[in-house]
């Protein structure tokens, strides 16, 4: 499928919750995401406006997590992330939560600024985030969530030089990255396992140079995880190893035909990847191979039918190039019980 330029003024669509009422059902969702990193310091924030219509309310907020030592959700270093907050304040093209997080629109498709400070003082930051790539259009991304299209769900992801100043518990970090931000509206976001396939996703940006830039969101290769060999069905034949993804050549921006994802090592306990190598191929034929390391993880606010992760990784292209960003992945309950009896089988194993 031919990648879209999306336009600008789709960062507005959705903030008005009396849009379309009548369209609208309880799963029916719009999504604001920025993000940072800063690898040097292992620290990865994930901040999230769900916008729920139909309602109308909104989940979301900030989470910052610094490290590996994260194991479940009040291990990280900051979370201020609620399930069930007010519609969020809108001035012209300003999003401001009752959290205390603000998302400008500067520029619409361009430029946006992201405040934020916790109401005890112990975080806050102030971002000034610049597009560096295109404005692309997409459709759905989770596994499932475009099996009932009862709108036209639409979305954009968009590469953005992001600086600023984060502090967080006493201390202040300097961000200079590469993140990309994202976007979805009238998206059917069940919360139902419904149609969902069993193997992991990751959502991967990474910016190397402005002569390339990747990004895919690709399923985890079914013969590629001997932890769970013959314990999950595969996908059936013809679903595809990816539910999006794209490649940037300076202004050019290629679609892609075959991403493979192929897990190297991943968490003991907790089952995200450690260490990864993706290969993928764009529209022209040119093939991009890179492996990549887990800096800092830590589990993020998903749903019960759900878990979700978000990482830090540094990412090393074929010819060398270093790049950094954000790793997000999702899965559902066949692979999270394959992994528990992976687990209690090596148990028995080591105590016979």
């Not at 903030?15 to 609208?24: K, V």
């Not at 961000?175 to 396939?197: H, L, T, V």
């Not at 069905?233 to 940037?248: E, I, K, L, R, T």
Request: with cysteine; hydrophobic share 35%; net charge negative.
């Amino acid at each position: 499928m031919p990648l879209q330029i999306e336009s600008p003024e789709s960062d507005l669509i959705g903030l008005d919750a009396a849009e379309q009422p009548d369209a609208y059902r309880p799963h029916t969702t719009h999504t604001h995401y920025f993000g940072f990193h800063i690898p040097e310091a292992g620290i990865g924030c994930y901040t999230y406006v769900r916008l729920l219509p139909f309602f109308p309310a909104m989940q979301g907020n900030v989470i910052i997590f610094q490290g590996t030592r994260n194991h479940q959700l009040l291990d990280i270093a900051h979370l201020d992330y609620e399930m069930t907050c007010p519609w969020p304040s809108i001035d012209g093209q300003t999003i401001t939560t009752t959290q205390g997080l603000q998302i400008e629109f500067v520029e619409l498709g361009k430029e946006a600024r992201v405040t934020y400070r916790s109401e005890d003082g112990r975080a806050g930051f102030e971002l000034h985030q610049v597009a560096v790539s295109p404005l692309i259009a997409r459709a759905a991304v989770l596994p499932g969530e475009n099996l009932y299209q009862t709108m036209r769900p639409g979305g954009t992801e968009q590469f953005m030089h992001c600086t600023g100043e984060l502090t967080l518990h006493g201390r202040t970090y300097e961000i200079d990255c590469m993140p990309i931000r994202d976007r979805s509206w009238n998206q059917d976001r069940s919360e139902a396992r419904r149609g969902r396939i069993d193997l992991p996703v990751s959502w991967a940006p990474v910016w190397f140079d402005e002569d390339l830039y990747i990004n895919t969101v690709g399923l985890e290769k079914a013969d590629s995880n001997p932890a769970w060999a013959g314990l999950l069905d595969p996908p059936p034949a013809d679903y595809p190893g990816f539910n999006f993804a794209f490649v940037g050549r300076r202004n050019e921006v290629r679609a892609v035909t075959r991403v493979d994802r192929n897990v190297i090592e991943q968490h003991p306990t907790s089952h995200y990847p450690l260490k990864q190598e993706i290969e993928v191929e764009d529209e022209t034929g040119e093939t991009y191979q890179i492996s990549g390391e887990a800096l800092a993880h830590s589990p993020i606010v998903a749903w019960p039918h759900a878990f979700a992760y978000d990482a830090v990784y540094r990412w090393t292209n074929s010819d060398g190039r270093i790049g950094h960003g954000s790793c997000q992945g999702i899965w559902y309950e066949g692979y999270q019980h394959a992994m528990k009896r992976k687990i209690g089988s090596d148990q028995q194993l080591s105590i016979s």
